[in-house]
Structure formats: structure tokens, C-alpha cells
């Protein structure tokens, strides 16, 4: 590993232009960054910057409890303007809706989180926790439980969460076999938001087992991207 600027730095790269429109530096090494066509995120570990991407102004500022991970989402869709970070209590996530200026605290788990992720209009939020055995999903605004869904009973890595475009499946993806065994969970019959529907083992990548689907989520590379 020999990288080309300091782990403390975000160079904002214009692919246009062919070279570098923007620079942040920060005092601790930067854990993860997001974007979207307004937003810049900067996630260190105990704190999240948000910027405006036209100009790199300093917008807000967010605490977190210590955040190792860099566990961030942000809402990729222009009409709303929704981040989900850690909270500063243990399991706790804070959503932030920039758009009507409200915060949401949502009690996701009692342990540390282990992922989290918004789907694309940042009405909903899905949860994991460090043990990795239960899924939930919750409403955004309201910090409403909307569903329980378990992956299984050993304990796992949640690498990956994402929701399909139309809100009716939940794919979960782990450090339990590859990314193409990950599990696809069905949410569109989900009445009570306490049990887990359905969950159906699927080969993504490799085309088979639920072609229907396939083309409903983003792919991972391009999450990182938006």
C-alpha cells in the first residue's frame, strides 16, 4: 500500500477535466467519503463534515460515537436530502433530513452497528448490528420499526445492504460464503414489520436463480461512486 496523499486528505477528482477541483484536510485519517450531485460527506471516527459540492463550503457538522467503520449513508436522489450515520449512543442511528430540518434518532440495536444503508429517496433505512443476525428496516421520518428480517443465527459481517428501486426486496450481503450467495429478503407481504417474510437464496452476479430482479439494485461500485 503506498497511496498517493495522506489518509487525512479528500482530493476532489473532475474526470472532465482530468485533474483535481478541490481538497479537504482534516487533523485524523478520513474513514469514508460520500457524495451526491450537492452534498460532499467526510466521515472521520468520531465526526462527519458535511460539505456543498459547488463551492466545498463547510454546510454541518455531526458527532458520532466512535465510528471505525466509517458507516455513513446518503441519499443519492437530488429531490431529497437524507444522511444516516451512527449516533452517540452505542447502536444508535442519527438521520438527518437537510430538507424540512429534522432529525430522526432511530434505537436500532443494542450493540454496535454493523452496517447501515438508505434506499434511493432516503425514506427508508436498513440495519445491521456488529453480530450481524438480524436486519431491520425503519421509516426515516417517523423512526417507525417496519421490518425484522434474519439473516441467521451464526454470527456474520454484514458487508453490503441494498434496497430494489420499487421498496419490494432487501439484498444482504455477508462474509458467510461470496457475494453471490448473499440473501434476497422479500418485503412487499411484511404486515406486523416483526417477522421475517422471506428469504431466498440468489446468484446475482451470475445471472441465475431470479433474473426478474436483477437489474432493481445498484450496483456496489456504484454506490461507492454516487
Known amino acids: 500500500r503506498n497511496p498517493r496523499y495522506p489518509p487525512n486528505k479528500v482530493m476532489v477528482w473532475d474526470d472532465h477535466q482530468n485533474r483535481c477541483i478541490g481538497e479537504l484536510s482534516f487533523r485524523s485519517e478520513v474513514k469514508a467519503v460520500r457524495m451526491s450531485r450537492e ?63 429534522r ?32 436486519v431491520r428496516v425503519w421509516d426515516t421520518k417517523s423512526g417507525q420499526r417496519l421490518h425484522e428480517l434474519r439473516r441467521g443465527a451464526e454470527p456474520a459481517d454484514i458487508q453490503f445492504i441494498s434496497f430494489s428501486h420499487d421498496l419490494i426486496w432487501l439484498l444482504v450481503s455477508s462474509d458467510h460464503g461470496t457475494y453471490n450467495n448473499g440473501k434476497l429478503y422479500w418485503l412487499s407481504n411484511a404486515i406486523d414489520g416483526s417477522a421475517c417474510i422471506d428469504d431466498l437464496e440468489y446468484k446475482l452476479i451470475l445471472g441465475q436463480g431470479y433474473p426478474a430482479v436483477e437489474t432493481r439494485f445498484r450496483d456496489p461500485l456504484e454506490i461507492g461512486r454516487a
Open 39 to 101: 452534498r460532499v460527506v467526510v466521515v472521520l471516527e468520531y465526526k462527519i463534515y458535511v460539505y456543498n459540492f459547488a463551492d466545498l463550503n463547510l454546510l454541518h457538522t455531526i458527532e458520532t460515537a466512535s465510528n471505525p467503520r466509517g458507516l455513513c449513508s446518503l441519499c443519492p436522489d437530488s429531490r431529497a436530502c437524507v444522511l444516516a450515520c451512527p449516533g452517540l449512543q452505542k447502536g444508535h442511528v442519527k438521520v438527518e433530513l437537510f430538507d424540512i430540518t
Open 103 to 134: 432529525t430522526t434518532i432511530v434505537p436500532a440495536h443494542e450493540s454496535s452497528l454493523g452496517h447501515l444503508a438508505t434506499n434511493l429517496d432516503g425514506t427508508r433505512l436498513a440495519t445491521a448490528s456488529e453480530r450481524g443476525t438480524l
